[in-house]
Every structure is written in structure tokens, then in C-alpha cells.
């Protein structure tokens, strides 16, 4: 015998705090991860792997919880809080909506960098992008920033241009991909 939502009990508090409140907390807390890692122009690995785990736990409890409403209780809609949030953080992401707020907001500050190009070693922030290493090399700048797991990653100004557009093959190669106008994000083998 199937009861039908009017027989069922009433969604209880703790069920209302923890769907309504403390799950869409901790999801808005692992996207806001995700959608700040997705700033830089390529995302820490390791913020992305952890931001995902939590993600992954927190849709784990997010189901069984969902489970019990629909076994037990009657249909609320606060069920669907934490999955809009995700959905609009997976939306925002493939439309490479992060990336491009990161590069508005830092390349004025690179552009400035750039101009004179001073070698550095140390941590900086460019705008929105934490930088790790400055090298002027024939043709342009390099402004080296957190995100490759093994390889060397970052954005380069190169008022020239260039013709290593693609990935690297081996160790020592810099691929570029086109960013805008004299600016290429770098990929560098480095081991």
C-alpha cells in the first residue's frame, strides 16, 4: 500500500534547518571555492580537488536526505535549494564566466606590470591573479601563477605575437593559447 503526500507526516525542523539552511551554506561555501579558483587563468588543482570532494560528501547527504523526504515526509520544496546552487556554479563555470571576471579585473594591473617587466620572485597580486614569478624573455613577459598540477602555467604579453600556439610537447616547451589582443595564457613543462 503507497501513501500519498497528505498522509504523511509533516517536514520536521531539524529537516527545515538542515535542507534549508545548513547544506545550502556549505554548498554555497565549495562553489564559491570552485568559482574563486576559476578566476585565475587555470584553476587550482588542489582548491578544485578539495572544493569537489566536499561537493561530492555534501550530495551524498543532500540524496539520503531527499530519500527520507520522500519516504516519509511531505514534499517540500526547500529540497532544491543546494542543487540550484550547484547548477548555477556548473553553468557559470562552462560559460567561462569566472575566467573572464578574473582577466577584467587583473589585466590592468598586468598591462602596468608589463610595461617594464621587472624579473620577480615571490608572491604578488595582479589584480585578482596571484602571481609567483615575473620573467622578461625575448619578445614579451610572463607572469607565472598558481593552478598547473606538474607544469608552469600563467598569462604572457607578448606585443609580437607568437607561433607556439597549442600545447607543449617536452620539457622546456611554452604553448600558448590566445587570451586577448597581446595576451596569451602558457603552459611550461618544467619536469
Not at 582548491?47 to 523526504?69: P, Q, S
Not at 546552487?85 to 577584467?104: F, K, M, Y
Request: glycine fraction near 12%; proline fraction near 6%; charge should be negative.
Amino acid at each position: 500500500m503507497t501513501t500519498n503526500a497528505r498522509e504523511r507526516d509533516a517536514t520536521p525542523r531539524w529537516w527545515r534547518i538542515v535542507v534549508g539552511v545548513v547544506l545550502p551554506i556549505l554548498v554555497t561555501i565549495a562553489c564559491a571555492a570552485l568559482l574563486l579558483a576559476a578566476l585565475q587563468p587555470i584553476a587550482s588543482f588542489v582548491l578544485v580537488i578539495i572544493a569537489g570532494y566536499a561537493l561530492v560528501g555534501l550530495g551524498a547527504v543532500w540524496t539520503a536526505l531527499a530519500g527520507v523526504r520522500l519516504w516519509r515526509f511531505r514534499p517540500d520544496r526547500r529540497i532544491w535549494i543546494a542543487p540550484t546552487i550547484v547548477a548555477v556554479t556548473v553553468t557559470l563555470a562552462v560559460l567561462g564566466v569566472p575566467g573572464r571576471i578574473g582577466w577584467q579585473l587583473s589585466k590592468g594591473d598586468l598591462a602596468r606590470y608589463a610595461e617594464d617587466c621587472p624579473a620577480t620572485y615571490g608572491d604578488m597580486r595582479l589584480g585578482v591573479y596571484e602571481v609567483y614569478m615575473v620573467t622578461p624573455r625575448p619578445g614579451g613577459c610572463h607572469f607565472y601563477t598558481e593552478g598547473g598540477l606538474f607544469d608552469a602555467v600563467g598569462v604572457a604579453h607578448l606585443p609580437g605575437g607568437t607561433d607556439d600556439i597549442g600545447d607543449p610537447v617536452q620539457e622546456g616547451d611554452i604553448g600558448y593559447r590566445h587570451l586577448d589582443g597581446d595576451w596569451y595564457r602558457f603552459t611550461e613543462i618544467v619536469f
